[in-house]
């Protein structure tokens, strides 16, 4: 593993950077090239207790999910894990925990494929490379100093245009006939949202994609449309069993790639942005409540694109810490004291892999899973891959709201097989 990290460093930069804070916290901080950096430091080795299947698996990622990555250094680092299915086995898995400040999904995706991926290998190798000195904090103060003072004489043209859009949108939401809830505040609040400890639940499963492409094309849905059905299906009977399930119906926050059509693959940085659609958990028909949330969603598209993907992320970019830190803490508070409203129910994640062939030491990557934080005001993630001809689900949560994942990973295995029954 160390090998062949070292071997293509050259085609991962970002994981050679780490981020060096701005003096008075007047901007972000910056990527510098790590001095110390060293391959060695950024991987672990980790053997699962007997059994060694997927109970143990899962509990060693619930494990490690929560675990901060040090600042010093460059934010990732990979786990290789022995002892699946018990000793004399020679399955391995590999699990890469990557800041998502380095990487959003589609540069992550891409950084497996230079890793994983044949063809990375024969990419040509530069000349031994010596970092840039560390900048000084003088340096860094005068050129964050400037940045900001650019970013300020640009506010009026941004509230100006920022105001449009947003006059543009509400007259979208007049004459829609579905309806899209708001970023803050139009989920109803459930037994998932509450706040817990930095302890988290992990569960994992999978179903054939072929089943997904049964149910959309005998309703004219998406994939990710029948994922968001399954999401629902499984929430539904979660909520219902433990007498819990509002009237209002759930919402989830889906996260969508900001890349424009033809963009280059890249390694790193963060461009994506979100959309906010009904579950549609209040219509009990598994196929009419496929149908609605179909509606929900193509509404969703539609308003994002008008509000732009990069409407909220050129304000946020803009924002200090020295201002950006306290309103952020006064949001999660502000959600933590609400008992009555919620921004989301869950954050979906779908993610589809082109791939086919990622190999490691002559043996070839049989599944991907992958996983994300939980948001402020809820504590459940969900996030499907399609890899090969399997989806591949993750449900991470917390001990408060989500004891037992595995209960949400069979309940969406479940709620696809109704909406087969329902939709042949």
């Given amino acids: 593993m160390c090998d062949r990290v070292r071997d293509r460093i050259h085609l991962l930069p970002s994981w050679t950077w780490r981020l060096e804070p701005v003096p008075l916290r007047i901007h972000h901080p910056v990527w510098v090239e790590d001095p110390e950096f060293a391959v060695e430091d950024h991987i672990r080795h980790r053997v699962l207790p007997a059994p060694g299947g997927p109970v143990e698996l899962d509990a060693l990622m619930a494990e490690l999910e929560p675990l901060r990555l040090d600042l010093r250094h460059p934010l990732w680092q ?5 002892g699946l299915g018990g000793p004399g086995t020679t399955r391995q898995a590999l699990i890469l925990r990557i800041h998502h400040t380095v990487a959003d999904g589609a540069a992550i995706l891409h950084t497996f494929d230079l890793l994983f991926g044949d063809a990375a290998g024969e990419l040509p190798r530069p000349a031994a490379h010596q970092p840039a000195p560390l900048p000084k904090k003088r340096t860094l103060f005068r050129q964050a100093a400037r940045e900001q003072a650019r970013n300020w004489r640009e506010l009026p043209r941004m509230g100006k245009d920022t105001k449009a859009i947003f006059a543009t949108l509400e007259a979208r939401r007049e004459e ?153 803490r006064s949001m999660v508070n502000r959600s933590a004291r609400n008992t009555e409203k919620a921004d989301f129910n869950a954050l979906v994640s779908n993610v589809r892999i082109s791939a086919r062939d990622w190999r490691l030491g002559g043996h070839r990557v049989s599944h991907v899973y992958l996983s994300g934080p939980i948001g402020d005001d809820t504590g459940l993630n969900i996030t499907v891959v399609g890899y090969d001809d399997d989806l591949h689900i993750t449900v991470v949560g917390n001990p408060v709201t989500m004891e037992r994942p595995d209960e949400v990973v069979d309940g969406m295995v479940l709620a696809l097989e109704e909406l087969i029954a329902c939709t042949a």
């Fill in 176 to 328: 829609a006939t579905a309806v899209v809830p708001r970023p803050m505040g139009d989920a109803p609040h459930t037994i998932i949202n509450q706040p817990g400890p930095a302890v988290r639940t992990y569960a994992r499963g999978t179903v054939r994609i072929a089943e997904l492409q049964r149910v959309r094309k005998t309703t004219g849905a998406t994939l990710n449309d029948v994922a968001l059905g399954m999401v629902a299906g499984s929430l539904r009977a979660y909520l219902l069993a433990r007498d819990a399930l509002p009237e209002k119906a759930l919402v989830a926050n889906v996260p969508v790639s900001g890349d424009p059509p033809g963009t280059p693959p890249r390694q790193w940085g963060n461009r994506f942005a979100n959309f906010f659609a009904l579950l549609h958990t209040d219509i009990a028909d598994p196929r009419d409540r496929l149908l609605a949330i179909h509606e929900s969603t193509e509404e969703a598209k539609l308003q994002l694109s008008l509000q732009g993907h990069d409407t909220l992320t050129e304000w946020l970019d803009r924002m200090p810490p020295l201002i950006g830190r306290p309103a952020a």
């Fill in 78 to 82: 990979i786990v290789l894990v022995d």
